[in-house]
């Protein structure tokens, strides 16, 4: 019967607000009442003390206000779970809305058209695949713990965790390793603990400091030099199109949104005035023509000659996602309250998927938004393709690693809390085979609703595929642990299989995980470089409008791929004169440089856009220059000596804890 009586509730508010009733002077009889949940009912009545010929009487009155509110309650309840829809909106619209229509009868002709290798595979085959792959995997992984060659897993005793438990919390925590306690109740039950090593913290690498330092006009003026990216910007009004741009006034633009400005104060405290910034802002500064030049960009870096010495892997692109949270000055529909990162305060999410430190795709998103559904969307429309993408734990769910395999790609996320995720794992065969092994699967999966789904599940992945809907709205709604279908479940089950393996490996393989934190790293360095070009102006982003937001957003991941641009261009010039002199361990170093630095750039300042003095000469500077690459490589092992002295120090803390509590 629901949700028809709760919008028989709802038409009977509507009519009521029509007439311009009181909800007070309606009797009781009048209101719909099979809309209430039997576990409510008993909360819509209020117990009254009434006195009748000199006794009082307790009676129970109907509070008219508390069933208005519990309407409003169910029809919100209804919406998540997908059963109340609203199909002229954008984000409550049935999930058949947001389908291709006519499956059934265009099924062979659309995927045809996709001719998608997991689409067009027999789902028995996929699981077949699955299942033998598997079974290596769980076997050799186990293998190597218990023959000791994988090093990062740890086998613990019970009566050293049965000290306290307490203190053994502490020294996991202190040895930065992820452990699991024992059953008291199983003596020889065996535990394991997998140890994380520390991220390298050096951002503004050390070499950079022996440049001089260039203005960010000059840096803007060379990078367009070497890839043009001013041809992107075009007028707003076709008729303009062949008209030359300002590129002094652009820059400033640019400069203003990054740093978060403003064109207003830039005038201030640059060279060109207010109307000029704001004509040129108007008619060129658009989100289509930043993002052309961002593209521009990341092509004239991926040409660069070190780009392919930043590969983690060899012969593998490894990109990463991640979401950093930014402060507004003004308040809009997008920014909303976060406590956890903002305070009282208000912002959004700036996500970015980038690819060997660069920036190749980045969207805002609300705070309340989950990240990870946003992830396919950001993926499936940037540019430049990558081999493996990872995430942190807030780009996981429970779709994701099944629809980058639609994308002939890998999610590769990185696994916090590992032991517990290891016994989440599920398996072809019953869990008891594995009752010998360390690494135990929790249950079977479930093959056969996978393949009961599967026509369901082959109509969901076409359609993102045809973009016939945003992604990230379809997938928030799959995503979703209030809507519950057969469909749903066998989406789940066949992410699950997935990402059981892709666990097995980060345990297994050394070179895997380092990989995946490698390419992390990457991206919080990039946040860094971020932080540090739009808090030159306090880092608050002050655009009115969700459009403006995704301008300044834009403007900023331009500058810093400017920045990355040209730190590359330095390296890959010192890299291919160290080449032809055949010093092949200064190549092994330059190749382990970032280019996410800022400290040879002038971010703040006067800005003087037009009539510059003069503009960077690489040649020159590069020629002039002394490299003590001995001077900074003994500096970057002193900061990583420091690091692991640090860690060795709270182990010996942790193991002292754990003593005296014995």
């Known amino acids: 019967m629901w949700p028809s ?51 009082v009487m307790i009676k129970k009155v109907f509070n008219v206000y508390a069933y208005e509110f519990m309407v409003y309650g169910q029809l919100a309840n209804g919406i998540d779970s997908g059963a109340v829809f609203i199909n002229n909106s954008y ?50 992984v186990n293998q190597r713990i218990s023959k000791g060659e994988n090093k990062q897993v740890k086998l613990k005793q019970n009566k050293v965790l049965k000290a306290s438990s307490s203190t053994d919390q502490d020294s996991s925590d202190a040895t930065n390793s992820d452990s699991v306690q024992p059953n008291i109740n199983t003596p020889d039950a065996k535990t394991w603990s997998f140890s994380y090593p520390k991220k390298d913290k050096i951002i503004n690498n050390p070499f950079f400091e ?48 990054a740093t978060n400005y403003g064109i207003y104060q830039m005038a201030t405290i640059s060279d060109i005035n207010y109307n000029k910034l704001s004509a040129i802002s108007q008619h060129y500064l658009r989100l289509e023509t930043l993002n052309n030049a961002n593209n521009c960009l990341n092509h004239g870096i991926a040409a660069l000659p070190i780009f392919k010495h930043w590969n983690l892997l060899e012969d593998l692109r490894i990109a990463a996602l991640d979401g950093r949270k930014v402060q507004t000055r003004i308040r809009h529909i997008l920014a909303r309250h976060s406590s956890k990162y903002f305070g009282q305060k208000r912002g959004i999410v700036s996500y970015s998927l980038n690819l ?21 969307d950001l993926i499936y429309n940037a540019l430049m393709p990558a081999d493996w993408y990872c995430g942190d734990t807030h780009s996981i769910n429970q779709l994701n690693s099944s629809l980058l395999r639609l994308l002939s790609t890998k999610f590769t996320p990185h696994i916090k809390k590992i032991v517990d995720k290891a016994k989440k794992i599920g398996s072809f065969n019953d869990p ?97 470089l971020i932080a540090k070009i739009s808090g030159v102006n306090g880092g608050k982003f002050r655009g009115t409008t969700e459009a403006e937001l995704a301008i300044w957003n834009e403007c900023c991941r331009f500058v810093a791929n400017c920045i990355i ?25 330059i190749k382990r440089f970032s280019p996410i630095a800022w400290c040879h750039i002038i971010l703040d300042g006067f800005y003087q856009f037009k009539d510059v003095a003069e503009a960077i000469d690489l040649e020159q500077m590069i020629s002039n220059l002394v490299f003590d690459f001995d001077k900074v490589s003994k500096t970057i092992t002193k900061e990583k000596a420091k690091v692991t002295s640090k860690t060795q120090s709270n182990k010996s803390k942790g193991k002292a804890k754990i003593q005296a509590a014995a």
């Open 210 to 257: 022996q440049l001089p330092k260039g203005s960010l006009n000059q840096v803007l003026r060379l990078v367009n030099k070497h890839c043009n990216f001013m041809k992107e910007f075009i007028h707003v009004k076709s008729r303009y199109s062949k008209t030359p741009v300002d590129e002094s006034a652009v820059f400033a633009c640019i400069t203003a949104n």
């Open 5 to 55: 009586p709760l919008i028989k509730g709802l038409s009977f508010l509507k009519e009521t607000w029509k007439s311009q009733q009181p909800l007070k002077q309606i009797d009781e009889a009048q209101f719909p009442k099979e809309c209430i949940p039997e576990g409510l009912l008993p909360y819509l009545y209020d117990t009254v003390s009434v006195k009748v010929n000199d006794q």
């Open 432 to 528: 008891d085979t594995y009752s010998d092994c360390l690494i135990k699967p929790e249950k079977k999966f479930k093959l056969d609703l996978i393949e009961e789904e599967w026509d369901n599940l082959q109509h969901i992945y076409a359609s993102l595929l045809m973009r016939e809907t945003s992604q990230s709205v379809v997938v928030s709604k799959l995503s979703s642990h209030k809507r519950t279908s057969k469909t749903r479940d066998a989406l789940w089950e066949y992410d699950k299989i997935l990402m059981s393996m892709h666990i097995l490996k980060f345990i297994d393989d050394p070179d895997y995980q380092q990989a995946i934190r490698g390419a992390q790293n990457r991206i919080e360095g990039y946040h860094q």
């Open 565 to 589: 641009y040209y730190s590359g261009i330095i390296l890959s010039k010192i890299y291919q004169e160290q080449e032809k002199l055949g010093n092949t361990e200064i190549l092994e170093i």
């Open 91 to 140: 984000s409550f619209k049935s999930l058949a809305q947001d389908l291709l229509p006519n499956w059934q009868d265009n099924k062979t002709e659309i995927l045809d058209q996709l001719n998608n290798p997991m689409l067009n595979t027999p789902i028995k085959e996929q699981l077949q695949s699955f299942k033998d792959e598997f079974d290596l995997l769980i076997l050799a």
């Open 356 to 376: 060997n430190h660069m920036s190749i795709n980045g969207k805002i998103i609300s705070p309340n938004s989950h990240e990870s559904h946003h992830a396919y």
